[in-house]
């Protein structure tokens, strides 16, 4: 038997109901309720009988259905009803969270599911669920007829009840529901595509299906790739170009965003990116963080007095020794010579001077954007959970984490030579005994660790960027949201642009739908943390380079946001 055929067979059933209430003097509607195959519940119209304002069949068998199966979210069930479901009894659908509603006739004067309103598909609400129509119209339709028809003939009175149609033969085309309103916060897909470029294609294939939709874009970053583009995309400002060393030796073009207000925003991997290492053992020590500090000191010459570091994507292993030096610190060895660059001339260090760093930042504000929790040493430290990315072989040479370990006390030595003089700190900045263990010292290769005795400011990356964006307020008038990343995972549940999207959302009741590229197969953390689906935007098998290609990547989206709009726009 095909999904038609036992639509037409539980709607006889319904309508066995409407029969027993027509016998009773009822207006004569019925409904069921089904669940896995079989009717849970039934029951037929009883305002009169009980004097009861909600005994509307659909709403008794609702009740009746959730005491037979012991739960009130009727999810897996479909409620079969003779006439079309008013407000009331749309609205439990909707409270009960059921899968479907088969009606046989329209109600014109007081349907709630797609003639007066449409409950079933209003995305402002908490819940959605499919509605199919005319099932045994003529039959549910005659039933009513006839009643009212003997009604008059018993000369009852000839006022037709408010919930009964006049006509039920043919129904009115479906009330206008407001347009959607769909607002896109969706993170770049690394390698790929920006979170500008994602979102305009994930908007054209919503539009192929809903073309009235109201969408709102705004580019996201979790403080790594795409930073720079997503506050510029919000804020303004001006990119400022700069040539500085790259984390080899070499000069590269860098830039970073300066705004009106005299923020600046600077991506490390601008000046010192992964991009930029052949990720060799012999790059790995050797990479240096010098870059880095050469904008900062740009941006302080052009007037910022704020900076804002986004330190993801990194070739060095330094512990930020070659951002420092570039501020002007001394980092020495045992001659009171300048340590060599890298991870390498770590293994010298002896003592470190700030003073002429935080003498060059004077009246800066340092803010690091990042969600790794990384402390600087350890078995999650920088170089033992980044550094074999880069090149970097601990098995091979596990004295490096020595050479970081004295490294982050002399850092502490310094830091502690520098308080209580007149120097910067940035308002908010969190105290602590020790550099080596504070959650983010080893972002970056360990250029947290830097940052933090500099005393910058460590606060999560997409947070930050979402309150930059003016992320909130777009919120409040949004009826769904789209977010998304290339890979959703364990990290993403940590504190990924998702999640923090997501929980937001979830403040404001609001569901979430993320488009990725991939996923690991177990996302049960992603779904507690308060997204609600999961899509992957694959429209066929592909090979990754294939898949990465700007090509494919934009007919993968646009088709992604159709497939979107067809499950959270149109049901």
């Known amino acids: 038997m095909d999904a038609n055929e036992l639509d037409e067979l539980y709607m006889r059933e319904a309508l066995a109901?409407?029969?027993?209430?027509?016998?009773?003097?009822?207006?004569?509607?019925?409904?069921?309720?089904?669940?896995?195959?079989?009717?849970?519940?039934?029951?037929?119209?009883?305002?009169?009988?009980?004097?009861?304002?909600?005994?509307?069949?659909?709403?008794?068998?609702?009740?009746?259905?959730?005491?037979?199966?012991?739960?009130?979210?009727?999810t897996g069930c479909t409620v079969y009803v003779t006439l079309e479901p008013c407000t009331m009894c749309a609205g439990l659908m909707v409270n009960a969270r059921i899968d479907r509603c088969v009606y046989g006739a329209a109600d014109p004067k007081a349907g709630a599911v797609g003639s007066l309103y449409n409950l079933s598909r209003d995305a402002r609400l908490n819940h959605t669920f499919e509605v199919r129509t005319g099932v045994l119209e003529q039959e549910c339709a005659d039933v009513l007829r006839a009643f009212f028809a003997?009604?008059?003939?018993?000369?009852?009175?000839?006022?037709?009840?408010?919930?009964?149609?006049?006509?039920?033969?043919?129904?009115?085309?479906p009330a206008p529901v407001p347009a959607p309103r769909v607002l896109l916060a969706i993170d770049s897909f690394k390698e790929c595509s920006s979170s500008a470029d994602i979102e305009?294609?994930?908007?054209?294939?919503?539009?192929?299906?809903?073309?009235?939709?109201?969408?709102?874009?705004?580019?996201?970053?979790?403080?790594?790739?795409?930073?720079?583009?997503?506050?510029?995309a919000a804020m303004g400002g001006r990119f400022v170009p700069c040539e500085v060393t790259g984390p080899l030796g070499e000069h590269v073009a860098a830039r970073y965003l300066l705004t009106d207000d005299a923020?600046?925003?600077?991506?490390?991997?601008?000046?010192?990116?992964?991009?930029?290492?052949?990720?060799?053992?012999?790059?790995?020590?050797?990479?240096?963080?010098?870059?880095?500090?050469?904008?900062?000191?740009?941006?302080?010459?052009?007037?910022?007095?704020?900076?804002?570091?986004a330190i993801g994507g990194s070739a060095t292993n330094d512990g930020g020794a070659g951002f420092l030096q570039a501020l002007g610190a001394r980092v020495l060895d045992g001659a009171g010579h300048d340590v060599d660059p890298g991870l390498a001339g770590l293994r010298d260090v002896t003592s470190i001077d700030l003073d002429p760093a935080f003498e060059a930042l004077r009246g800066c504000e340092l803010v690091v954007l990042s969600d790794v929790d990384n402390p600087l040493v350890g078995k999650r430290g920088a170089l033992r959970v980044f550094g074999p990315q880069k090149g970097l072989d601990l098995d091979a040479d596990p004295a490096c984490e020595v050479w970081m370990l004295a490294y982050g006390r002399a850092l502490d030595e310094a830091r502690t030579a520098c308080e209580g003089a007149d120097r910067q700190v940035t308002p908010g900045a969190k105290r602590f005994r020790s550099v080596l263990g504070v959650p983010g010292a080893g972002a970056a290769g360990g250029l947290g660790a830097a940052l933090l005795a500099l005393g910058a400011a460590s606060v999560s990356g997409a947070d930050t960027v979402l309150d930059l964006v003016g992320f909130d307020a777009l919120l409040a008038q949004a009826d769904i949201v789209v977010t998304g990343e290339g890979m959703i995972d364990g990290q993403t549940a940590g504190g990924k642009v998702p999640v923090r999207v997501a929980q937001r959302a979830k403040r404001a009741h609001k569901p979430v739908f993320a488009l990725v590229g991939g996923r690991e197969d177990d996302l049960d953390a992603v779904y507690r943390a308060g997204i609600d689906v999961v899509l992957p935007v694959l429209r066929k098998p592909m090979a990754l380079a294939c898949a990465l290609s700007r090509e494919e990547a934009e007919r993968n989206l646009v088709c992604a946001g159709e497939t979107l709009a067809r499950i959270a726009l149109t049901r």
Request: hydrophobic residues 45%; aromatic residues 4%; charged residues 25%.
């Open 17 to 74: 109901e409407a029969r027993v209430a027509a016998e009773m003097g009822e207006v004569p509607i019925g409904a069921v309720v089904v669940c896995d195959g079989k009717i849970v519940a039934r029951a037929h119209n009883l305002r009169e009988h009980d004097e009861d304002p909600s005994a509307h069949a659909e709403f008794s068998a609702m009740v009746a259905a959730a005491r037979a199966l012991g739960r009130w979210r009727l």
């Open 150 to 173: 003997a009604a008059r003939a018993r000369e009852l009175p000839r006022e037709i009840p408010d919930d009964v149609p006049r006509a039920v033969h043919r129904a009115p085309a």
């Open 200 to 232: 305009s294609w994930v908007e054209r294939g919503i539009r192929r299906v809903v073309p009235d939709a109201r969408v709102a874009s705004v580019p996201v970053a979790d403080g790594g790739e795409g930073t720079l583009e997503a506050v510029h």
């Open 263 to 309: 923020r600046a925003v600077i991506e490390m991997a601008e000046a010192a990116g992964i991009e930029y290492s052949p990720c060799t053992y012999d790059a790995a020590l050797r990479a240096t963080t010098r870059g880095v500090g050469e904008l900062v000191l740009n941006a302080v010459a052009h007037g910022a007095r704020t900076v804002y570091f």
